[in-house]
């Protein structure tokens, strides 16, 4: 299920045109943005930032975390969500990791977590006031990555 499909789709990535990864971050960096952010990654989202901390392949970019760069927003969820909170209010449970590039990002959404202790992936958009879920695009991480890997290598 959605382990698997994390697993696979990291896999497979590789496959993709452009692959790029950043490396993996040290535990103590995670530990520092979990820190910061109030909020205990996933499973998949740890070892996401434990072994690649960053992702990107043909037009795609799944943010990592990076805890000494906090100016810097584009591919840093961390420094986004900091700056959000603090510019838009954006609520504590909302991570972003992924610009659509359209006015929209997906964020975890860390106040629904499913069976496996993952947070279910969000569409959300400020209104100027708030934001607002627009839709729910994946169940979990694992999922929104494969979703991406294979629109891509079937292209």
Request: aromatic share 18%; hydrophobic share 30%; with cysteine.
């Amino acid at each position: 299920m959605s382990w698997e499909n994390y697993e696979c789709s990291m896999e497979l990535a590789k496959k993709c045109r452009f692959y790029t990864t950043a490396g993996g971050k040290s535990t103590e960096e995670i530990e520092k943005a979990e820190r910061l952010l109030g909020i205990k990654f996933s499973k998949q989202y740890r070892d996401f930032n434990e072994k690649y901390g960053y992702l990107s392949f043909y037009g795609n970019e799944i943010f990592g975390i990076d805890t000494n760069n906090l100016n810097e927003l584009e591919g840093n969820s961390l420094a986004y969500a900091l700056n959000d909170r603090k510019e838009y209010n954006l609520p504590y449970y909302f991570l972003p990791f992924y610009n659509y590039d359209d006015g929209y990002m997906a964020y975890f959404d860390y106040s629904s977590l499913n069976s496996e202790g993952e947070p279910r992936i969000v569409i959300l958009k400020y209104d100027g006031l708030k934001y607002r879920i627009i839709e729910t695009a994946a169940d979990d991480f694992g999922d929104f990555i494969f979703e991406l890997v294979r629109e891509e290598l079937e292209s």
